[in-house]
């Protein structure tokens, strides 16, 4: 009698042998770099700036793991570039349905995910979003990172993202975290449903690898989208639609009782018809679950004091994250840019420093910013609240503004259209 086939022994699909047991990283942070410009961002974070502020082990190491992080997974405890970068189009990348093309013979992830001698694995409650692996065309990977990578691919003849998670072997209790983390991401991307959220198309578990797949936003990241214009202003219309696209997800997203965690440019899409797509929603977590959470999940530079300082949080911290985004959406610029990221975070807590606000700046906008990254959380309005602020802000815009220029007293000025 043939036996089952056991998953071929490995020492890491990513990272190669010299694996060292005391480097650890928090699973819930995205640990990836850009490999290419217009890449999409829909999970988890690329790094688009030496800069720092926008990944987690960047250079400043803006983005922090908590005290028990599990994953150790590559060798280089920073972020390692792909071997080949294709740079073209879909068109250039993409083989056959359910096959490893020639492009990807070298890439071990893909080989794991696609290889039918090893059985796809149903998802745990969520069995209804597997994904038919005879349906996916692979593209190549623009992004890699400290346990996975992304892809760009198609999906139905859809474009999408894929994001692949190298599962630790020679670890069951690194291997049980990471699962637990891809049945919460998987059970967030299904549960929300709204035009201002990064759509999920599916996701498969494999022996050796996890997979999730996400709609591709063409536009790639708001962040990416400030960096290419060398922070100068965007029109002041723009950045009050886009913030209103983003208030409006993440009211949606509290209202189901979710926290985002991470809220920041780095994860805020742009589709192709300019509207944003909130993505990554590997580290959120439930409301009721505050009190377990990891204090330090998240990025220095939008990061509320009260996880900066491992206190009890809530909701809030995405209030705080929002006031923060809009203030780059505003001025264009990133947040706290001539500072590390941890010296950024220690000015938050401990000098009450904030971005700051142009001097002309509309003071409806003045007055959201500010509320929204009070170090007192109970000041910090709730989504709803800050959609009606924006809303009025948009009508004054429209109305009594037209023509005005918005001068930012550090960047050039900003135009209304």
Same mark, same amino acid.
């Given at each position: 009698?043939i036996?089952?086939?056991?998953?071929?022994?490995f020492?890491?699909?990513?990272?190669g042998?010299?694996?060292?047991?005391?480097?650890?990283y928090?699973l819930?942070?995205g640990?990836?770099?850009?490999?290419?410009?217009?890449?999409n961002?829909?999970?988890?974070?690329?790094q688009?700036s %030496?800069?720092?502020?926008?990944v987690? *082990?960047s250079v400043d190491n803006?983005?922090v793991?908590?005290?028990?992080?599990?994953?150790?997974?590559?060798?280089?405890?920073?972020?390692?570039?792909?071997?080949?970068?294709?740079?073209?189009?879909?068109?250039?990348?993409?083989?056959?349905?359910?096959?490893?093309?020639?492009?990807?013979?070298?890439?071990?992830?893909a080989?794991?995910?696609?290889?039918?001698r090893?059985?796809?694995e149903?998802?745990?409650?969520y069995?209804?979003?597997?994904i038919d692996l005879?349906?996916?065309?692979?593209?190549?990977?623009? #992004?890699?990172?400290?346990?996975?990578?992304?892809y760009?691919?198609t999906y139905?003849?859809e474009?999408?993202?894929i994001?692949?998670?190298?599962r630790p072997?020679?670890?069951p209790e690194?291997?049980q975290?990471?699962?637990q983390?891809?049945?919460?991401?998987v059970?967030?991307l299904?549960t929300?449903?709204?035009?201002?959220?990064?759509?999920?198309?599916?996701?498969?578990?494999k022996?050796?690898?996890?997979?999730?797949?996400?709609?591709y936003?063409?536009?790639?990241?708001?962040?990416?989208?400030l960096t290419?214009?060398?922070?100068?202003?965007?029109p002041?219309?723009?950045?009050?639609?886009?913030?209103?696209?983003v208030?409006?997800?993440?009211a949606?997203?509290h209202?189901?009782g979710f926290?985002?965690?991470?809220l920041?440019?780095?994860?805020l899409?742009?589709a192709?018809d300019?509207?944003?797509?909130?993505?990554?929603?590997g580290? #959120?977590?439930?409301?009721?679950?505050?009190e377990?959470m990891t204090?330090?999940?998240g990025?220095?530079?939008? *990061?509320?004091?009260?996880?900066?300082?491992?206190?009890?949080?809530?909701q809030k911290?995405d209030?705080y994250?929002?006031?923060i985004?809009?203030w780059e959406?505003?001025?264009? *610029?990133?947040?706290?840019?001539?500072?590390?990221?941890?010296?950024?975070?220690?000015?938050v807590v401990?000098?009450?420093?904030?971005?700051?606000?142009?001097n002309?700046?509309?003071?409806?906008?003045s007055?959201?910013m500010?509320?929204c990254?009070?170090? %007192?959380?109970?000041?910090?309005?709730p989504f709803?609240d800050?959609?009606r *602020?924006?809303e009025d #802000?948009e009508t004054e815009?429209?109305?009594?503004?037209?023509?005005?220029r918005f001068r930012?007293?550090?960047?050039?000025p900003m135009?209304?259209?």
């Amino acid at each position: 009698m043939i036996g089952k086939m056991e998953p071929p022994k490995f020492t890491g699909l990513i990272g190669g042998n010299n694996h060292n047991d005391n480097n650890y990283y928090d699973l819930t942070q995205g640990f990836y770099h850009k490999l290419g410009e217009g890449t999409n961002m829909s999970i988890d974070s690329l790094q688009t700036s %030496n800069a720092g502020g926008s990944v987690s *082990m960047s250079v400043d190491n803006s983005s922090v793991g908590s005290n028990d992080s599990l994953t150790h997974i590559l060798s280089h405890p920073g972020l390692k570039p792909v071997s080949h970068n294709y740079g073209g189009t879909v068109g250039h990348s993409l083989i056959r349905p359910g096959r490893v093309g020639h492009a990807l013979n070298d890439d071990a992830l893909a080989q794991a995910l696609m290889d039918s001698r090893y059985p796809t694995e149903g998802l745990a409650n969520y069995d209804e979003w597997t994904i038919d692996l005879r349906k996916l065309n692979m593209g190549m990977a623009f #992004a890699q990172g400290a346990f996975g990578k992304l892809y760009r691919g198609t999906y139905n003849g859809e474009d999408v993202a894929i994001k692949i998670l190298e599962r630790p072997e020679n670890s069951p209790e690194k291997a049980q975290v990471m699962e637990q983390q891809f049945q919460q991401e998987v059970m967030m991307l299904a549960t929300l449903k709204h035009p201002n959220i990064v759509r999920f198309i599916g996701a498969c578990r494999k022996p050796m690898v996890w997979c999730i797949v996400t709609e591709y936003a063409k536009g790639g990241s708001v962040r990416q989208f400030l960096t290419r214009r060398q922070n100068r202003s965007v029109p002041l219309k723009l950045a009050v639609k886009q913030a209103l696209d983003v208030a409006r997800g993440m009211a949606y997203v509290h209202r189901l009782g979710f926290i985002h965690r991470d809220l920041k440019s780095d994860n805020l899409l742009i589709a192709a018809d300019r509207s944003i797509k909130i993505a990554d929603f590997g580290v #959120a977590r439930i409301e009721v679950q505050t009190e377990g959470m990891t204090p330090e999940t998240g990025t220095y530079r939008w *990061m509320a004091p009260e996880m900066i300082q491992h206190r009890p949080y809530t909701q809030k911290v995405d209030v705080y994250s929002f006031g923060i985004v809009l203030w780059e959406l505003i001025t264009g *610029m990133l947040p706290f840019q001539n500072m590390t990221a941890v010296q950024a975070a220690f000015a938050v807590v401990n000098k009450g420093v904030r971005p700051v606000i142009p001097n002309d700046c509309l003071p409806v906008l003045s007055e959201i910013m500010t509320h929204c990254w009070d170090t %007192n959380p109970e000041v910090r309005p709730p989504f709803a609240d800050i959609v009606r *602020m924006l809303e009025d #802000a948009e009508t004054e815009i429209m109305t009594t503004v037209r023509k005005a220029r918005f001068r930012c007293c550090m960047t050039q000025p900003m135009t209304i259209d």
